[in-house]
């Protein structure tokens, strides 16, 4: 295992190389990832400064943020957020996190886009590593907001992930996203509280939540409101995450 690397990024070469492995995973789930990628000339490229990566193990993609967040950005690098190379490789680097063996020693890695980095709607939040950084700094969540959307481990999307960052008018809202985690979010476990992320139309749930601020931003100007005065505005069904 490579516990240590100058930060660089895939070329259109080794773009495509790991794109190949995650083809050929999906019918050989038990092939070895590509490491050598990782430093070979003809597949990835230096990036400016002289930045080291470090083969942590993240609990949650809340501390993946944390860390990309302080590792990336001392090395004044910019458009980080959009680097499809440099997230490729730091997927490829962390590939046991993001796309886990199993008991069988087989790993499913999903689609592409959870790998290899899709910038813009509607997959860039999908990327499993770029998403989390995304939320985390791009949008300013920190850990304000963050914990309620990155609590899963790195390999995991978390469905209050998946359905307020693929929102624009949801995750670039302050008032909905306090709100949403003052209502779910539980600080003692460090998760969303359990229930809130049922079957749709389930009483005061995420889809819930979704569907009625669709309907209040109709008659409210939600943009200027504080969570807890959007919390106010939510029907009985509501209550019971109140507390």
């Not at 990835?44 to 400064?49: E, L, N, T």
Request: proline letters at 5%; a neutral charge; one cysteine or more.
């Amino acid at each position: 295992m490579i516990s240590e690397l100058k930060i660089r990024k895939l070329n259109e070469s080794g773009i495509e190389a790991f794109r190949s492995y995650l083809h050929e995973l999906r019918t050989v789930a038990t092939t070895p990832p590509p490491y050598e990628l990782l430093t070979d000339s003809k597949a990835s490229a230096s990036v400016a400064g002289d930045g080291m990566i470090l083969n942590r193990q993240f609990a949650t993609r809340l501390e993946a943020a944390r860390y990309f967040d302080e590792a990336l950005s001392e090395n004044g690098k910019t458009d980080i957020d959009t680097n499809i190379g440099l997230w490729s490789w730091l997927s490829l680097f962390y590939f046991d996190q993001v796309s886990p063996v199993d008991k069988q020693g087989r790993r499913k890695p999903g689609r592409d886009y959870r790998h290899i980095l899709e910038p813009g709607y509607p997959n860039g939040h999908r990327h499993l590593l770029g998403g989390a950084y995304l939320v985390y700094t791009t949008y300013g969540w920190a850990d304000e907001i963050s914990p309620l959307l990155l609590c899963t481990p790195t390999y995991v999307e978390s469905q209050f992930n998946h359905e307020f960052a693929s929102r624009q008018n949801f995750i670039t809202n302050r008032g909905i996203m306090e709100a949403a985690y003052k209502l779910y979010y539980n600080p003692i476990t460090r998760k969303a509280k359990h229930g809130t992320q049922v079957k749709k139309g389930a009483p005061g749930t995420l889809y819930r939540y979704i569907h009625v601020i669709q309907q209040l931003d109709l008659n409210y100007d939600l943009y200027s409101m504080r969570g807890t005065e959007i919390i106010s505005l939510l029907p009985p069904e509501f209550d019971k995450w109140k507390g």
